[in-house]
């Protein structure tokens, strides 16, 4: 099977015709549009996005007042409206401007408005909500070259979100899945001439042996390449495609063929949108740790957005079993070092708390004095009990010594009409 050209598929004439700026639909209003006029964007829905479209407007400096049914803010005042535009997350236009967030999320080969750019790589459960992270890096006022740490950094999200606002990101997982994808999502824009130098060389050598998961030469041989980065994003193609494989029953095959395409469109993308805005990307660093031992200086790190698991929600090891094992890990030895997993019944619950206890020590050890820590969280049920890991946190976090700043509900409707609630606590380092 040959790859089509990458002109030809379907994500790329999606792409275009949302790139098509004056029949696009999302572009319809501008010509009826007040200089002074802040326009939310169509996505915005849920009562805890107005929320933090408020405190946004607040964190960027603008005086406003909200009109037409909560959709239309009107502009007061505001000190520097460019770079508003260059940073919010809630809204599509200002100043008769479209935004930087408008214009980043048209390049989106998914039909998620969430998985814009690389966000949608590898289905890992859990992802946040890009968009929130956006606007949280605003509302704690994190600038350009400042450093965000995110001590569970999952599937990548706050990386990504921080790159684009200029923002360096310290990333830290557990899971070396979690590791590898995050670095892939926010890497690959560096070394896309070399992915694409050896696509036919990799997938003419290997084909005939590249679909038999117990024949290991296709991640030996990508693992032999001397660019990291490279090697790196053949092998999250491959996972992208075992997940395809396990979770729904897709050919390996015809999986792999059609990700590497997607991968590589969105990483063209993700370079072509840094060109057209000109955004200067903040620095990077993704590594393999423990939130309950990091190696980072006391009082070094300008900013925390993280999401902890949720009490024992998730059982993220077992989630993505097919994955680690075609990286070669001994699922009961990954499951030693992960927090949330281990023990039965309330022991459990037990060894999540005495874990987490820990990771907010280390938060707290490491934030400067007068900064921000923001933790996503939701309560659990486990063995028909809800556990209150909302309440546990905001304790914890209090007694080991921050200041309980702000606590937005965030309620949303999953599939299904069924309600799931989780809570935005914001908490700041005494100075
Ligand atoms: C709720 S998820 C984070 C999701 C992330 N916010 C995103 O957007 O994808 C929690 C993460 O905690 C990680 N984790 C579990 N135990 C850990 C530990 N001891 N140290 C660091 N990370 C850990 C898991 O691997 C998982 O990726």
Same mark, same amino acid.
């Given at each position: 099977m040959?790859?089509?050209?990458?002109?030809n598929?379907?994500?790329?004439?999606?792409?275009?015709?949302?790139?098509?700026?004056?029949?696009?639909?999302?572009?319809?209003?501008?010509?009826?549009?007040s200089?002074?006029?802040?326009?939310?964007?169509?996505n915005?829905?849920?009562?805890?996005?107005?929320?933090?479209?408020?405190?946004?407007?607040?964190?960027?400096?603008?005086?406003?007042?909200?009109?037409?049914?909560?959709?239309?803010?009107? *502009?007061?005042k505001?000190?520097?409206?460019?770079?508003?535009?260059?940073?919010? &997350?809630?809204? /599509? %236009?200002? $100043?008769? !401007?479209y935004?930087?967030?408008?214009?980043?999320?048209?390049?989106?080969?998914?039909?998620?408005?969430?998985?814009?750019?690389?966000?949608?790589?590898?289905?890992?459960?859990?992802?946040?909500?890009?968009?929130?992270?956006?606007?949280?890096?605003?509302?704690?006022?994190?600038k350009e070259?400042?450093?965000?740490?995110?001590?569970?950094?999952?599937?990548?999200?706050?990386?990504?979100?921080?790159?684009?606002?200029?923002?360096?990101?310290?990333?830290?997982?557990?899971?070396? *899945?979690?590791?590898?994808?995050?670095?892939?999502?926010?890497?690959?824009?560096? &070394?896309?001439? /070399? %992915?694409? $130098?050896? !696509?036919?060389?990799?997938?003419?050598?290997?084909?005939?042996?590249?679909?038999?998961?117990?024949?290991?030469?296709?991640?030996?041989?990508?693992?032999?390449?001397?660019?990291?980065?490279?090697?790196?994003?053949y092998?999250?193609?491959?996972?992208?495609?075992?997940?395809?494989?396990?979770?729904?029953?897709?050919?390996?095959?015809?999986?792999?063929?059609?990700?590497?395409?997607?991968?590589?469109?969105?990483?063209?993308?993700?370079?072509?949108?840094?060109?057209?805005?000109? *955004?200067?990307?903040?620095?990077?660093?993704?590594?393999?740790?423990?939130?309950?031992?990091?190696?980072?200086?006391?009082?070094?790190?300008?900013?925390?957005?993280t999401?902890?698991?949720?009490?024992i929600a998730?059982?993220?090891?077992?989630?993505?079993?097919?994955?680690?094992?075609?990286l070669?890990?001994?699922?009961?030895?990954?499951?030693?070092?992960?927090i949330?997993?281990?023990?039965?019944?309330?022991?459990?619950?037990?060894?999540?708390?005495?874990?987490?206890?820990?990771?907010?020590?280390e938060?707290?050890?490491?934030?400067?004095?007068?900064?921000?820590?923001?933790?996503?969280?939701?309560?659990?049920?486990?063995?028909?009990k809800?556990?209150?890991?909302?309440?546990?946190?905001i304790?914890?976090?209090?007694?080991?010594?921050?200041?309980?700043?702000?606590?937005?509900?965030?309620?949303?409707?999953?599939?299904?009409?069924?309600?799931?609630?989780?809570?935005?606590?914001?908490?700041?380092?005494?100075?």
């Amino acid at each position: 099977m040959q790859i089509k050209k990458e002109e030809n598929f379907k994500g790329k004439r999606m792409l275009k015709r949302a790139e098509g700026i004056n029949t696009s639909w999302a572009y319809k209003k501008l010509d009826n549009l007040s200089k002074e006029n802040l326009l939310l964007l169509d996505n915005v829905q849920f009562i805890y996005e107005l929320a933090l479209a408020q405190l946004e407007l607040q964190a960027l400096g603008v005086d406003f007042q909200v009109t037409n049914g909560l959709r239309e803010f009107k *502009l007061l005042k505001a000190n520097d409206l460019d770079m508003v535009a260059r940073k919010t &997350a809630y809204f /599509k %236009i200002i $100043d008769g !401007k479209y935004t930087d967030y408008f214009q980043i999320i048209q390049k989106n080969i998914t039909r998620s408005v969430n998985q814009y750019l690389t966000h949608w790589i590898y289905p890992y459960k859990g992802k946040f909500h890009p968009q929130m992270i956006r606007a949280l890096l605003n509302i704690i006022g994190l600038k350009e070259g400042d450093t965000v740490l995110d001590p569970f950094i999952g599937s990548g999200t706050t990386t990504i979100e921080a790159q684009l606002l200029g923002i360096n990101c310290i990333g830290i997982d557990v899971s070396p *899945l979690c590791v590898l994808q995050s670095r892939v999502k926010a890497e690959s824009i560096e &070394a896309l001439n /070399k %992915i694409l $130098d050896v !696509k036919n060389d990799i997938i003419n050598k290997f084909k005939p042996n590249l679909f038999n998961q117990e024949n290991k030469s296709f991640l030996e041989t990508i693992d032999s390449l001397d660019a990291e980065k490279v090697t790196n994003f053949y092998k999250m193609a491959y996972l992208v495609a075992v997940s395809d494989n396990a979770r729904r029953g897709r050919n390996l095959e015809t999986s792999f063929y059609k990700n590497l395409r997607l991968m590589i469109d969105s990483v063209g993308d993700f370079q072509d949108i840094v060109k057209e805005l000109n *955004l200067k990307l903040g620095k990077m660093e993704i590594e393999l740790g423990d939130c309950r031992k990091l190696s980072l200086k006391d009082n070094s790190i300008d900013g925390i957005i993280t999401s902890p698991p949720y009490s024992i929600a998730l059982d993220y090891v077992s989630n993505d079993a097919h994955a680690f094992k075609v990286l070669g890990y001994e699922l009961p030895e990954i499951r030693e070092e992960f927090i949330g997993v281990r023990g039965k019944g309330q022991d459990r619950i037990n060894l999540y708390n005495q874990d987490m206890m820990k990771s907010y020590e280390e938060i707290y050890r490491v934030l400067k004095p007068g900064r921000f820590a923001v933790i996503i969280i939701g309560n659990a049920t486990y063995m028909g009990k809800e556990v209150k890991t909302v309440e546990f946190t905001i304790d914890c976090c209090k007694k080991i010594g921050f200041k309980f700043i702000k606590n937005i509900d965030k309620i949303i409707f999953g599939l299904y009409n069924v309600m799931r609630k989780e809570n935005i606590l914001i908490f700041q380092k005494p100075k």
